[in-house]
C-alpha cells in the first residue's frame, strides 16, 4: 500500500486547510485511516482516526471541535478538514492505514498500531 499526503500549506492563524490522503495498492475489506503530526522536537502524536466501514471517528481533544476526518472509499482518499487552525498545529501531518484489528478506539491512537505512512505534509499556521 502506497499513501501521498497532499495539502499542506502556509496559512494564517484562525485558517483553514484540507488535507488529503490517497492510497493506491493493496486494499483491506476494513480497515482504520488515521492523520498523525510531528512538530519539531517533540514526538509523532495522534491526530484523528476513521474506522472504514461503519464510520467511527476518533479525535484528540487538542482537535475536537474544530478538525473533521472523512473519506472517499471510491476514491480510495480520505480528508482531514482543519478549521480554527492555531499557531501549536504548526507541524508536519502524516496519514497512516492498517487493517482492522481491533475494536476499541483506544487501539487506534498508536503509532505502532499502523502498518502503512505516507510521506508528510507541512503545515504551518502563523500569526
Known amino acids: 500500500v502506497q499513501l501521498q499526503a497532499s495539502g499542506g500549506g502556509l496559512v494564517q492563524a484562525g485558517g483553514s486547510l484540507r488535507l488529503s490522503c490517497a492510497a493506491s495498492g493493496r486494499t483491506f475489506s476494513t480497515y482504520a485511516m488515521g492523520w498523525f503530526r510531528q512538530a519539531p522536537v517533540k514526538e509523532r502524536e495522534f491526530v484523528a482516526s476513521?474506522?472504514?466501514?461503519?464510520?467511527?471517528?476518533y479525535y484528540a481533544p487538542s482537535v475536537k471541535g474544530r478538525f473533521t476526518i472523512a473519506g472517499d472509499n471510491a476514491k480510495n482518499t480520505w480528508y482531514l478538514q482543519m478549521n480554527s487552525l492555531k499557531l501549536e498545529d504548526t507541524a508536519v501531518y502524516y496519514c497512516?492505514?492498517?487493517?482492522?484489528?481491533?475494536?476499541?478506539?483506544?487501539?487506534?491512537?498508536?503509532?505502532?498500531?499502523?502498518?502503512?505512512w505516507g510521506q508528510g505534509t507541512q503545515v504551518t499556521v502563523s500569526s
Open positions: 497512516a492505514l492498517t487493517p482492522y484489528r481491533a475494536d476499541y478506539s483506544g487501539y487506534y491512537y498508536y503509532t505502532t498500531t499502523y502498518d502503512y
Open positions: 476513521i474506522i472504514w466501514s461503519g464510520g467511527r471517528t
